[in-house]
């Protein structure tokens, strides 16, 4: 999945800056300030040395803030943000599933740095790609009366995972790559973009040296985002 990430990244790449140096002489830069909202899903690729994973279905919580775009030249621009997101994981339970529950919320503040294609002028094809950063600010858990009554019973098979259970996170810091694609609107009270995104996270939650449990737990996300921007000059 990140080879065809990263070789969709490289196409794009290519036919924006073609198109763009051969129009950047007609081209006037536009610096545009937006602030945007949406909901997102989410899960963390939780797996251990033994190659066991903790199953969790999309967790389905928001995301927004703020950006700034700048469009340097004609088809081709740049994008940072500022926002708060919420993520985490919302486990799957294939056993007793309607009595087992378990939601691990994680908030957070990222700042991505997008670069961004377009096609079109008025109603425009957009594709949004680059690395984000984001901190942790704070997380919750929550599961039912049940689960614990089966965790303090000592009767789990082997084979259950319970490591990510009465545990907080023991990474402030994460880090990934983001890919969006949508459209743009572009009106006379400004630009509305609505997209969608994937993010790929490349950090993990929990320290993964061979001395602890989880050799990965990465936050992936799914999100739809709609921004709206206003002109500065």
Same mark, same amino acid.
Not at 97 to 119: D, R, S, T
Not at 140 to 159: A, N, Q, V
Not at 168 to 183: N, W
């Given at each position: ?143 039912? @009366? ?21 545990? @907080?996170?023991?990474?402030?810091? @994460? ?28 950090? @993990? ?29």
């Amino acid at each position: 999945m990140l080879n065809r990430f990263i070789a969709i990244i490289c196409i794009c790449v290519c036919i924006g800056s073609s198109d763009a140096y051969g129009q950047k002489n007609k081209f006037k830069p536009e610096w545009n300030v937006g602030v945007g909202f949406g909901p997102t899903l989410s899960s963390v690729d939780l797996r251990n040395f033994r190659g066991a994973t903790v199953r969790s279905n999309s967790y389905m919580q928001y995301h927004g803030g703020f950006a700034i775009r700048y469009i340097t030249e004609k088809n081709l621009g740049v994008i940072a943000e500022l926002n708060y997101v919420q993520n985490g994981w919302d486990q799957e339970f294939k056993e007793n599933p309607n009595n087992f529950a378990h939601h691990h919320k994680l908030n957070y503040l990222e700042v991505p740095f997008l670069a961004h294609i377009y096609w079109g002028n008025k109603f425009r094809y957009v594709v949004n790609f680059g690395p984000k950063i984001s901190y942790l600010l704070s997380e919750s858990e929550k599961m039912s @009366d049940t689960l614990k009554d089966y965790l303090s019973s000592g009767e789990m098979p082997e084979s259950f995972i319970t490591h990510q259970y009465f545990r @907080d996170a023991e990474k402030k810091f @994460d880090y990934g790559l983001i890919f969006g694609t949508g459209v743009e609107f572009r009106s006379g009270i400004g630009n509305f973009m609505l997209e969608g995104r994937y993010y790929y996270g490349l950090g @993990d939650i929990y320290k993964n040296k061979k001395t602890d449990y989880f050799q990965r737990s990465s936050n992936n996300i799914i999100s739809v985002k709609l921004t709206y921007y206003i002109e500065m000059f």
